[in-house]
């Protein structure tokens, strides 16, 4: 099994059979066609690529056309709007040169770093990868563990959308259970970092102190300097996904990836801005528009 094929397949894994049949009908060919494509892409899941790089497809996917419709992601899984999200944007980002950088909630700069992202998201591997992320969080897992203290048994509380509460949970596993956490604690920072900016920037206004979350999670203290919130969650999930990649007990192709996450993180935060922004949750830009 080729590179395409086997990310093709992971692809076809999430999707649901209400998905393929939203992909093989999105041009509203005949049943008999729909089945004959429908059993192409189940034999050759390398095509699934193909299609969902088509611009018409994605934008039927995503409901362009009538995007104050509150019903328009019910029948597909959160995974196939998120990839149909993650394709268009990586041929929006194939043809500019700049790409907007957040500076506060309502203001964009832009950053002439368009090929440097366009590179990266050529890569179909760094489009599984984004497309899963975002899958993943789009329900929240929680939950409690209780621990022996001297003084008793004690529970903690734990939320994957929590970095604080996340990270309490290292203390509580043995060295062979933690590179998941770590792992989840790297995408978690790549998250919010990308999607939800705002949200970091508040945690960090509040009670989120991070030369305790550094401590607590086995890292030295962050790097010196101020350094803005984006720059600091990138060096956070970087140093993550390394300790992950070292610690991992996993297949070498797991840490391989970990070590492309860290590598690759300030791309990836700036791609799924732009995913943000283009269409999760759509940011108008008036830069560089037509002369009256």
């Given at each position: 099994m080729d590179d395409l094929d086997r990310i093709g397949t992971a692809y076809l894994g999430h999707l649901t059979d209400a998905d393929l049949q939203a992909l093989v009908h999105a041009d509203e060919v005949s049943t008999a066609e729909?089945?004959?494509r429908l059993g192409a892409l189940r034999r050759s899941p390398a095509l699934l690529l193909d299609v969902l790089d088509r611009p018409g497809i994605t934008a039927g996917l995503l409901n362009l056309a009538s995007a104050a419709d509150p019903q328009r992601y019910t029948l597909i899984s959160p995974f196939l709007v998120f990839a149909a999200a993650i394709h268009?944007?990586?041929?929006?980002?194939?043809?500019?040169?700049?790409?907007?950088?957040r500076t506060t909630p309502r203001l964009r700069v832009p950053v002439f770093d368009g090929p440097q992202l366009a590179a990266y998201i050529a890569g179909p591997e760094h489009r599984l990868f984004l497309a899963e992320l975002l899958a993943s969080f789009g329900r929240s897992s929680s939950g409690v563990i209780v621990t022996q203290t001297p003084g008793g048994p004690r529970r903690r509380r734990w939320n994957d959308?929590?970095?604080?509460?996340?990270?309490g949970l290292l203390d509580?596993?043995?060295?062979?259970?933690?590179?998941?956490?770590?792992?989840?604690?790297?995408?978690?920072?790549?998250?919010?970092t990308g999607v939800f900016p705002a949200a970091l920037e508040r945690a960090?206004?509040?009670?989120?102190?991070?030369?305790?979350?550094?401590?607590?999670?086995?890292?030295?203290?962050?790097?010196?300097?101020?350094?803005?919130?984006?720059?600091?969650?990138?060096?956070?999930?970087?140093?993550?996904?390394r300790l992950a990649a070292r610690r991992a007990t996993s297949a070498r192709e797991t840490a391989a990836a970990l070590r492309d996450n860290a590598e690759h993180i300030h791309e990836a935060r700036r791609v799924l801005n732009a995913t943000a922004d283009r269409y999760l949750m759509p940011v108008s830009i008036g830069w560089l528009s037509q002369p009256d």
């Open positions: 729909a089945d004959a268009r944007v990586a041929a929006d980002l194939s043809g500019t040169g700049y790409v907007p950088e959308l929590d970095l604080a509460r996340l990270a509580a596993l043995p060295e062979p259970q933690r590179p998941p956490v770590w792992r989840r604690l790297g995408d978690l920072a790549l998250f919010l960090l206004a509040g009670r989120l102190d991070p030369v305790r979350l550094a401590r607590t999670t086995g890292l030295a203290a962050p790097p010196a300097g101020a350094l803005a919130p984006a720059e600091l969650f990138e060096w956070f999930g970087a140093s993550w996904y």
